[in-house]
């Protein structure tokens, strides 16, 4: 079995790192490059970057911390937040992104994931999807960091990304968002049966068992969170080690 993948996200606005509850209430947290270094010292398996105002500002992504940070950091950056076309997808992976997020552009046109995946390879491309249950039980998707109902079904919607070329593919539960009250899941679980490609649970990690639950109850292949690794409740090394002890594959951390 494949090693299960820790990855600290970093949601920047206004170039420092911030979090909110629910995708509002947002408060600052810390510098994103010096960040970006704490978490890979700590033994990191990727690091995100989500520029989360840049799409509803109708402004381009972070490149100057990406560059920043491509050069203090040793594990595979993804970036996303205002890419909206091939030349956005370019310029960040120059910048020194491993892998490109998108969601609001790739919902308005599609045919952009397929784009890059032709151009860059389906590794770069995940596709992030904020999802929130509708009153019926059913899961909308929203864009524009969580503030329009596109009115999808995010089911169909994650389908049609596998199809196009996406690589990877990161789940959020905008319910759970910030909560602390453990991942989504079922959504998980009904995404990572849905795909045969990796999906990245995120949204509600709370404590140790959060991690292990997502890993032993659903077909995650990573793990994402952000306040408990922001506010050092937890490192990324004592998520490692409390995984590896309930018998999930990780790869070592640093000091274990």
């Excluded at 690091?47 to 972070?62: K, P, S, V, Y």
């Excluded at 996406?166 to 990572?192: R, W």
């Amino acid at each position: 079995m494949l090693a299960k993948r820790i990855i600290p996200c970093l949601d920047v606005q206004g170039g420092r790192v911030v979090k909110g509850i629910n995708f509002v209430g947002i408060k600052e947290v810390g510098d994103p490059v010096e960040c970006a270094m704490e978490y890979d010292r700590q033994g990191a398996d990727e690091i995100t970057f989500l520029d989360i105002t840049a799409t509803h500002e109708g402004r381009g992504t972070m490149l100057d911390v990406v560059r920043r940070t491509a050069k203090k950091v040793f594990v595979p950056l993804t970036v996303g937040g205002g890419i909206h076309t091939l030349e956005d997808y370019r310029d960040t992976l120059r910048a020194g992104a491993d892998k490109v997020s998108v969601n609001s552009a790739a919902i308005r046109d599609p045919e952009l994931i397929s784009r890059a995946a032709d151009k860059f390879g389906s590794q770069c491309v995940v596709v992030a999807v904020d999802v929130k249950r509708r009153e019926d039980g059913s899961c909308a998707v929203f864009i524009n960091g969580g503030r329009i109902d596109t009115g999808l079904d995010a089911l169909q919607w994650i389908r049609e990304c596998e199809s196009r070329g996406a690589g990877e593919i990161l789940l959020t539960s905008m319910d759970a968002d910030g909560t602390k009250n453990g991942f989504d899941l079922e959504l998980t679980d009904t995404v990572s049966r849905l795909v045969r490609i990796p999906v990245i649970a995120s949204g509600g990690c709370g404590c140790l068992k959060d991690f292990a639950e997502v890993f032993q109850k659903t077909g995650a292949d990573a793990a994402l969170a952000a306040s408990l690794f922001h506010y050092r409740e937890l490192t990324v090394g004592q998520v490692k080690e409390y995984l590896a002890g309930q018998g999930v594959p990780v790869r070592k951390a640093v000091g274990l």
